[in-house]
């Protein structure tokens, strides 16, 4: 098992140096190079030198890029144009908002996908399967922007029985300790804050959740489906054991397997559709803060952002694998 | 991770050799699968009002007439505007019709830009092999570490506001995804009795490449590329909504139609409502096809 | 202020709408003792939540110009004189009067006796020295005219001005007197009748002297545009004179005041003022609607029938503001003056503020709202008239006039609630009588008020909110010298307005403006057309907030309460 995390690891390494170089040359991609797209329509021949000099452009490429790195795993980001506040402290600030609001959505998705595949499966081509499968490839094709505001005008506007915006009421004054507000109404014990908090989050992460939730039900469905089939569940069958028995030794476990990667890939939606459900539910997440930064061509801001989330969705996909081999020994060979 | 996406990894279409029995035998089972057909039917519409536009549109999308709105007041529905009037007193219905040409342009540009590069990337991947393949595979690997949408983000906001900067990045993050499913699919069949047959009598391996396994490997590409559709519409309404898009505001694309009416939400949600279902619909005709197309051409489900 | 007004300004825009920025005073009310407000006296105590488009990008005055930041600091902080609540008459603050030299250079101010900052250390003439004197000495990147932008425009340039920052060599201010402990004579380098007004903005707030060296208040690096705040005076331990203080500021969440309870006129009624930033306009009206604030700057005009017929207060801001095309006349054929008046005639004005505007909105006929002196009714006018459009675009001789019009994205003005829905009406208007159209837009801040200042745009959506009652913050900030927006040269203009701003005979100046006004709408350097009357949004138990002509720079809390 510690040769494969060894490995897994090992294997992240080109990953993460790539995934540096990409966002590197992003910016010195950009038109005019970046002192022109931080001066934008500012930019005069001295100005551009000043801010070449400031941001160290006017050194080797080579050095631009091995101090950008030593920057970067410091997570030092820079600092945002527009606020001219520091890039990683906003995103540390922010960071927690966002992950408790995939998290939430996550819960929905995996809570509800997984039995309804199941079920799905277990009455394959019965009306429950047909009516569970079409209802997912309709949830996968609703943009999740399109489905917040309709949950946002359904529930918060019109019946008025959840908050629109935000992640606490405005005049709610508690402590954070952690930036997650759930965990931090818990550890305060404030009960008035966690019922708050847990309003606050239902819409936006049933919005979030709602496409995770299709896909994991379908692939649920297709990998049980696939178990069902095989010898050893047919052989458990033949052996007399009861239904319930089979489905939690064999189908449920040997079904899980890709079900867990898929969950793991699904951090990625999350992350992304989160830029877009944070907008429509002003939750205070990476999402604003990424949407701030393409209206006022923020690059530092997108710089970091991205860099930041795509670091988070490949560790995330890493524990997932490592998750995988542990449940699966035969990975770890591979 | 989209449908696609979650398809790509879904997708396990083994290679046979039959290529004309498959196709053949996988219409038959499309014209037997009812969500083929409302998926087909939806594509269709979709397809026919993107081309007809300028004939189907009853008014010009861009034609205003602010005169019959007021503050926190746009006309909804009547016999003269069927989907009413738009904040900019526009007739809503004819914005549409057009928006469908936008969406069906953005997707097919930006896919076939994708899916080519990808196509290539993954055929040079897997016929080569060797050292070219693992740089390339590598850098598909990297490409796609970095989430969907926010790789189109970075994409568009570099390049600009336009609509060749969202085509262009929904290209840039389809390419790994078709890259790395033509690779696989050729690498299942470079050990299949025909390939290995082909080398022992000297043909070149290019050769094989392009003749036999490329073909072969269409099917996936094809499933494939049918749900790429839908994500690119989709994504395309969600870069609209982050602002990023053709820089003519009055532009009639259904992400920005929805991103627009933000502010008019309480007063005239059917603004919101006429495009987010525009969206839906065209986005659910290409999934429930993209689906059942490879529920067609899957050997596995064949038994 | 407002259009020209700085990245920094701009930078808040993007976050969402703005306010009107604008200068003028602080604290009102107790200014002179008396209370000027007709506000109810409400029941003391209380918290009010008030949404605001973002958080201040700092809380010391001088180094910003945003509406975001100064409305914090008029709560927080007062200036030496102040606006008359709802109007922009000069009125006491902390100088109880004054009086000038009759050479005009020397003016002299009696300070408010036995007043203490928030941090307990006194109010004198030494305090408003030590504050004047570090305006004045600013070095480095404080003196960039996005910091430093309210100084450069009333005073100047600084000490020892550095020729790398874009600011006026000369300084208007020459020295500060404290002659005993309460009164403090400032001496000027040349007459002016601009200064006095210009004390009234938040930027020239008194600022405890013991808390600015504190807390660093100086330790600014960076540059002008990306400015580096060292220092915590701004971002936690503003220290002012006024009826608020500042009990915690949480980024991005909400900033809490408590009431001063040491404060030397008439106390703040609220327990406690939170603001709290909801950048989404639709957001902050539902925030409203759901009771999690009270109150919201920047209401929508779409929004304000439905909320008053919800019951909702509705309060306008007397019209101070215009909304305009703006013309390049370096790039043709905007040089062209059938060109020109084309596009006035092509412009459905009237059709545009019905739909889009709340109804007491007017059609703007010249560059300054009706209610300031100088204001003349009889200016050329051009009402909607496509036929004679046509015609002139066929007599300029010039073929398919192509023009690039510039639109903002991601801001909101008074003037301006949706740039895009009046850029996209515009243009229906221009392509129907045959001009071609092609859509430029930048984001607010901090391309778009750059492009249009360095005079890249050729047509333009832009505005501006006075700062204080004197037709010079208008026209004269428009049109009195050559600027690289309008393209022009145009010597009877500039030298009409600039007799008209030295002149010091009153009847005379409103002659000389009216006069001022015919030349320009003759000359049609742009098109204005609309003045607003911007809102606010209030639940039925708030009371006593007074709104101003200049916007959140002289709208107190102090005076109001919560029921």
């Known amino acids: 098992m510690l040769k494969f995390i060894v490995r897994r690891l090992v294997q992240l390494i080109p990953i993460l140096i790539g995934l540096s170089i990409l966002v590197f040359v992003w910016i010195r991609a950009l038109p005019g190079g970046p002192a022109d797209a931080l001066l934008g329509e500012r930019a005069t021949p001295a100005k551009v030198a000043q801010v070449r000099h400031l941001y160290g452009l006017d050194r080797p490429l080579y050095r631009q890029y091995i101090s950008y790195l030593d920057r970067t795993v410091h997570l030092d980001f820079g600092q945002s144009i527009s606020t001219q506040r520091s890039v990683s402290n906003e995103i540390r600030r922010r960071f927690p908002a966002t992950i408790e609001l995939s998290l939430a959505a996550m819960v929905f998705a995996v809570g509800i996908g997984i039995p309804l595949g199941v079920l799905a499966a277990k009455r394959y081509l019965a009306w429950f399967d047909h009516v569970s499968m079409a209802g997912s490839l309709l949830g996968i094709s609703v943009p999740v922007f399109f489905l917040a505001f309709l949950l946002k005008y359904i529930f918060a506007v019109k019946l008025h029985w959840l908050p629109s915006i935000g992640r606490l009421d405005a005049t709610r004054v508690t402590s954070h300790p952690t930036g997650f507000y759930v965990l931090d109404a818990i550890v305060t014990g404030d009960g008035g804050a966690f019922v708050d908090a847990v309003r606050h989050l239902i819409l936006p992460a049933v919005a979030l959740g709602t496409i995770p939730l299709a896909i994991v039900a379908r692939i649920t469905r297709a990998s049980v489906l696939e178990v069902l089939n095989e010898d050893y569940v047919r052989s458990a069958r033949a052996k007399g054991m009861t239904s319930r028995t089979v489905d939690r030794r064999h189908v449920l476990r040997n079904a899980m397997l890709p079900v867990t990667t898929i969950v793991g890939l699904q951090s990625g939606l999350l992350l992304s559709g989160a830029v877009l459900t944070e907008i429509v539910f002003s939750w205070g997440g990476m999402g604003s803060f990424l949407e701030q930064a393409v209206f006022a061509r923020d690059f530092p801001v997108l710089q970091g952002g991205i860099l930041f989330l795509a670091i988070v969705f490949v560790v995330v996909n890493l524990l997932v694998d490592l998750t995988y081999g542990f449940l699966d020994p035969r990975i770890r060979v591979t | 991770m989209s449908l696609a996406e979650a398809e790509a990894f879904e997708i396990s279409i083994e290679a046979t050799d039959d290529t004309g029995g498959r196709w053949s035998e996988a219409w038959q089972r499309l014209r037997r699968n009812p969500s083929a057909v409302v998926g087909a039917g939806l594509v269709l519409v979709f397809v026919l009002v993107a081309v007809f536009a300028s004939t189907l549109a009853p008014d010009s999308p861009n034609a205003a007439d602010l005169s019959h709105l007021r503050p926190g007041y746009i006309p909804g529905p009547s016999a003269h505007h069927l989907l009413g009037l738009d904040q900019q007193g526009r007739d809503e219905l004819s914005r549409i019709l057009y928006g469908a040409r936008y969406s069906l342009l953005i997707g097919v540009v930006s896919l076939s830009i994708g899916a080519s590069a990808g196509v290539l990337i993954g055929a040079v991947a897997g016929a080569v092999g060797g050292w070219v393949d693992n740089v390339l595979m590598r850098l598909m690997d990297i490409m796609l570490s970095i989430p969907g949408l926010l790789f189109a983000i970075g994409v568009a906001a570099l390049l600009g506001r336009n609509l060749q900067s969202v085509m262009i990045a929904i290209a840039v993050v389809n390419v790994p995804i078709f890259a790395r499913l033509l690779r696989s699919s050729m690498l299942g069949q470079r050990d299949s009795d025909y390939a290995l047959a082909a080398r022992s009598v000297g043909v070149k391996r290019w050769r094989i490449a392009v003749q036999h396994l490329l073909p072969n490997a269409l099917a996936p590409v094809i499933v494939q590329g049918t749900l790429a559709l839908a994500t690119a519409i989709i994504d395309a309404a969600g870069l609209a909504f982050l602002g990023l898009g053709s820089a003519d505001p009055g532009t009639p694309e259904w992400g920005r139609m929805l991103a627009e009416t933000q502010s008019f939400l309480q007063s005239s949600v059917q603004l919101a409502l006429f495009p987010g279902l525009a969206i839906v619909l065209s986005v659910l005709g290409f999934n429930l096809f993209g689906d059942a197309l490879r529920e067609a051409l899957d050997p596995k489900l064949r038994r | ?563």
């Open chain 3, 1 to 563: 202020m407002t259009k020209t007004v700085p990245r920094l300004v701009a930078a808040l825009a993007v976050l969402g709408l703005i306010s009107a920025a604008c200068g003028s005073s602080s604290k009102k009310t107790a200014a002179n003792g008396t209370s000027t407000t007709a506000a109810p006296a409400g029941k003391a105590g209380g918290t009010l939540v008030f949404g605001t488009s973002s958080d201040p990008i700092s809380m010391d005055g001088i180094l910003i110009s945003d509406g975001e930041s100064i409305r914090v600091i008029t709560q927080i902080f007062e200036t030496l004189v102040t606006t008359k609540p709802g109007g922009t008459d000069i009125v006491p603050s902390l100088a109880k009067s004054w009086q000038s030299s009759p050479d005009g250079l020397a003016w002299t101010f009696n300070l408010q006796q036995s007043v203490n900052f928030q941090d307990g250390t006194p109010f004198n003439a030494a305090a408003v020295c030590f504050n004047f004197n570090r305006w004045f000495n600013f070095k480095g990147v404080l003196q960039s005219s996005s910091l430093s932008y309210y100084w450069s425009t009333v005073f100047g340039g600084f000490a020892h001005t550095e020729n790398t920052n874009d600011v006026p060599a000369d300084s208007l201010y020459k020295s500060c007197d404290a002659k005993d402990t309460n009164t403090a004579v400032i001496n000027l380098t040349k007459p002016s009748s601009a200064f006095l007004a210009g004390l009234a903005n938040p930027a020239f707030a008194m600022s405890s002297p013991d808390a600015l060296t504190k807390y660093h208040a100086d330790d600014v690096t960076g540059t002008g545009d990306a400015p580096k705040f060292n220092g915590t005076f701004g971002s936690q331990h503003p220290i002012g004179t006024g009826p608020f203080m500042l009990d915690t500021f949480t980024p991005n969440n909400q900033l809490v005041m408590k009431r001063y309870d040491g404060y030397w006129g008439k106390k703040a009624i609220l327990d406690r003022l939170i603001f709290k930033p909801i950048a989404d306009g639709p957001a902050r009206r539902q925030a409203l609607e759901s009771g999690e604030i009270q109150g919201y700057d920047l209401v929508n005009p779409a929004d304000v029938s439905a909320l008053s017929g919800a019951g909702f207060q509705i309060l306008n801001r007397p019209a101070f503001n215009v909304g305009y095309v703006g013309f390049n006349q370096a790039k043709p054929p905007l040089d062209n003056p059938k060109i020109r008046q084309a596009i006035a005639y092509a412009l459905n004005r009237s059709a545009l503020v019905k739909a889009k505007y709340p109804a007491n909105a007017v059609v703007a006929k010249e560059f300054m709202p009706p209610s300031l002196f100088g204001y003349s009714s009889d200016v050329t006018q051009y009402n909607y008239d496509p036929a004679k459009a046509k015609q002139l675009i066929a007599d300029s001789g010039v073929a398919n006039p192509t023009i690039e019009f510039w639109y903002p994205t991601n801001v909101s003005r008074p003037y301006m609630p949706d740039p895009s829905s009046n850029f996209q009406a515009f243009k229906a208007d221009l392509e129907a009588v045959g001009f071609k159209i092609v859509p430029k837009s930048a984001p607010w801040s901090p391309d778009y008020v750059h492009s249009v200042d360095a005079g890249s745009a050729q047509m333009y959506l832009l505005g501006w909110t006075g700062d204080y009652g004197d037709p010079d913050d208008f026209v004269g900030v428009f049109f009195r010298t050559k600027q690289k927006a309008w393209g022009f040269d145009n010597a009877a203009i500039f030298s009409a307005l600039d007799a008209a701003r030295t002149e010091t005979d009153q009847q005379k100046r409103i002659a000389d403006y009216q006069a001022a006004n015919k030349l320009i709408m003759d000359f049609l350097p742009g098109v204005p057309y609309v003045h607003t009357q911007p809102n606010l949004a209030l639940t039925k138990k708030v009371q006593g907030l007074v709104p101003s002509p200049v916007g959140p720079a002289n709208e107190g809390f102090s005076t109001v309460s919560v029921g």
